[in-house]
C-alpha cells in the first residue's frame, strides 16, 4: 500500500448528493435503555452515498416496541439534520 501524499495547501471541495434510497440498520443496542440506528444512503443507481449515525431519546426508543417501520419513519424524519 502506498502512502498518503500531503498537500501543502488544504483543498475544499463541494459536493452534491442526490439521495433517493436509505436503509435502516440497527448500530447499537442497550435493553431497556437505548439504541442507535446507521442511515446507508444511497442515489437513484442503488449506489452508496454515505451513513449517518442517529441515537434514538428514550421516548423513541419506548415508542419503537417491535414495529420496524417506526424506525424507518425515524430515518426519513432525522436525515435531513444528519447531513
Not at 5 to 30: C, D, G, N, R
Not at 43 to 63: A, G, K, P, R, V
Amino acid at each position: 500500500m502506498t502512502s498518503l501524499q500531503v498537500l501543502e495547501e488544504p483543498l475544499t471541495a463541494t459536493t452534491t448528493l442526490q439521495i433517493t434510497k436509505i436503509k435502516v440498520e440497527i448500530y447499537t443496542i442497550t435493553l431497556h435503555q437505548g439504541a442507535s440506528i446507521k442511515i446507508n444512503c444511497y442515489d437513484s443507481d442503488d449506489n452508496y452515498l454515505q451513513s449517518c449515525i442517529y441515537t434514538l431519546t428514550l421516548d423513541e426508543y419506548n415508542s419503537w416496541t417491535d414495529d420496524d417501520t417506526f424506525l424507518e419513519t425515524l430515518a426519513v424524519e432525522k436525515l435531513p439534520s444528519l447531513l
